[in-house]
């Protein structure tokens, strides 16, 4: 319908670059059915009970209540939306300036997020569009979702169904989807207070930033290290090009399984599957992994209380910055495969990735792990080695700190004013603002419990690692505690620590310290065969 405007007809015709193409042919019809219609409009009706401001959706809030989200990113993209509306109007009315004879900037801001807040994405007759729909657009939010809705084609209309049975009276909810508040409270205007899933699950998300200092002693190796791959993020033909080179080696994959290709093409072939996992993990992972056209050498990473792929995100890039000159070195030579050991121990694999380890004992395993190569930033999932793993927790600890210190209150302060529903009232924005704010600081927290516990276990694995080193010619030290295994069992036996930091600590730690141990075992036992004393 908006398409079939005047205005709609000139912006097809124009190819314009919008911040939201598919938003914009309903907003214009809404803009010119009431300008042009008006009274006489069939839809009139809707038009009526549709909010006539946007108050509590934040790109209208007043310098008061965005006071509030002080210290957020958020406050960022409060400020990019209403750019590129206001850049999305000017575009338009460029090529059609009858736009500003049917609305101002802010009723186009209005359209924007009245269709933002309301449409729905539907598929009628085969045909992928969005509408607004009355009524339905009123259904509140609330997880787990107790209903559905579509258009049937068969009825042409909108449905809504039910997915449990709903009291007589009782209020009829419609899931807005699983989403980080941030989300809820830019789009929608409100934020949940408990946003948590049935399985305890909390998709509220912060951005970490990360960058590589101007001091830098590396500053050049580790800047061509970090930037690698930039490039592919952005290009669509890349990702295709990955995509039609994953079929070849999956089939490649096939014939050597049974025995058509040789332990060269097959490792040829894994050095591609690196290739085209990795590309395709960036152009996936751009909408939440950023960054900043004006500071290039920063990198934005959404996290959220998970060991989800931008955890590992995080972790790989914090292992680049808290490099020294040999393990950079190492991260652009060593062999490493997008899925199995690299030679690191099963537990290490699988707390870092969750995919089933590759088998060492196969025979083409030793040629497939020598066969591809950290390609960016984002590949470098198990540690390199214990003081690298140290380097990067203590640059997460210093990164968290520094975000934390950008707020005006604690964490503690803001869920004291959130008990207070008298100076904090239920729905208004300053409630909303401080649930956003109080999400952020909780994952941040996280984080910085996740990286001191690290630190502080790293720190006795470095002590038992002395230990073994000198045990030969100090047969009756004792080893020093509480040892590692006698932490990470208590941690195992703590209900309130998050299994995330426990995995981490106790599977990634661990295949740390145990390979440190053998190797220094073995280097005891090579000197003691050397001299012919032989081993107990």
């Keep these: 319908m908006g398409q079939a405007t005047d205005i709609g007809q000139i912006i097809l015709r124009s190819d314009l670059d919008l911040d939201a193409p598919k938003h914009i042919f309903l907003m214009i019809f809404l803009l010119w059915d009431l300008k042009v219609n008006g009274e006489k409009s069939f839809f ?9 401001t946007l108050s509590n959706i934040p790109i209208f809030w007043n310098n008061i209540e965005l006071e509030y989200l002080k210290g957020s990113y958020l406050l960022t993209q409060i400020s990019d939306r209403t750019d590129a509306i206001t850049e999305d109007y000017d575009a338009i009315c460029h090529v059609a300036p009858q736009l500003r004879d049917i609305a101002s900037l802010e009723e186009f801001k209005w359209a924007r997020m009245c269709v933002c807040s309301r449409n729905f994405g539907l598929q009628i007759d085969g045909h992928r569009t969005s509408a607004l729909v009355p009524h339905a657009d009123m259904l509140n939010h609330h997880r787990p979702r107790e209903t559905k809705w579509s258009f049937d084609d068969e009825l042409q209309a909108f449905t809504i169904t039910t997915l449990e049975p709903i009291l007589a009276g009782s209020q009829v909810f419609d899931s807005y989807g699983q989403k980080c508040n941030h989300r809820f409270l830019l789009n929608y205007g409100f934020a949940v207070e408990n946003n948590r899933e049935l399985d305890g ?42 995509n039609q080179d994953l079929t070849a080696i999956l089939a490649a994959a096939s014939a050597a399984s049974v025995g058509n290709v040789n332990g060269t093409n097959i490792a040829r072939a894994f050095e ?4 085209a996992i990795s590309d395709s993990h960036a152009a996936r992972s751009s909408a939440s ?34 490099a020294d000159e040999e393990d950079l070195l190492a991260m652009g030579t060593a062999p490493t495969l997008p899925f199995g050991d690299s030679g690191c121990s099963l537990y290490l694999s699988r707390a870092l990735r969750g995919y089933t380890s590759a088998n060492p004992d196969n025979a083409s395993f030793l040629t497939m792990q020598h066969a591809a190569f950290f390609r960016t930033c984002k590949d470098i999932r198990n540690p390199i080695n214990l003081r690298n793993e140290k380097a990067a927790m203590q640059l ?15 964490l503690e302060r803001d869920i004291a004013d959130l ?10 924005n300053q409630r909303h603002a401080k649930i956003q704010v109080r999400g952020e600081k909780e994952i941040l927290h996280h984080f ?32 020093p505690q509480p040892g590692f295994q006698s932490i990470v069992q208590a941690m195992e036996d703590d209900d309130t620590l998050h299994f995330t930091v426990i995995r981490y600590c106790c599977d990634v730690l661990g295949a740390l310290r145990k390979e440190a141990i053998q190797t220094i075992r073995q280097e005891h036992g090579e000197k003691l065969l050397n001299r012919g004393e032989g081993l107990n």
Aim: charged share 25%; glycine share 4%.
């Design 44 to 52: 009139k009706p809707y038009y009526d009970i549709l909010p006539k």
């Design 289 to 322: 992994i950023g960054s900043d056209e004006s500071a290039p050498l920063l990198r934005r990473v959404r996290v959220c209380v998970s060991n989800n792929e931008n955890t590992r995100i995080l972790f790989s890039m914090l292992r680049v910055l808290g």
């Design 201 to 242: 699950f909390c998709p509220n998300e912060v951005p970490i930033e990360l960058s590589i200092p101007e001091d830098d002693t590396l500053m050049d190796s580790r800047t061509e290290f970090w930037m690698r791959g930039e490039s592919d993020i952005h290009s669509r033909s890349g990702v295709e090009n990955s």
């Design 448 to 479: 910085s419990f996740w990286a001191r516990t690290a630190i502080d276990l790293i720190e006795i694995i470095e002590l038992e690692i002395g230990f073994e080193k000198r045990r030969p010619s100090s047969p009756s030290e004792k080893a």
């Design 272 to 275: 591609a599957v690196a290739g």
């Design 396 to 410: 997460l600890l210093k990164v968290v700190a520094s975000a934390l210190s950008k707020y005006p209150c604690s």
């Design 419 to 428: 008990a207070d529903e008298i100076s904090c009232l239920r729905f208004s």
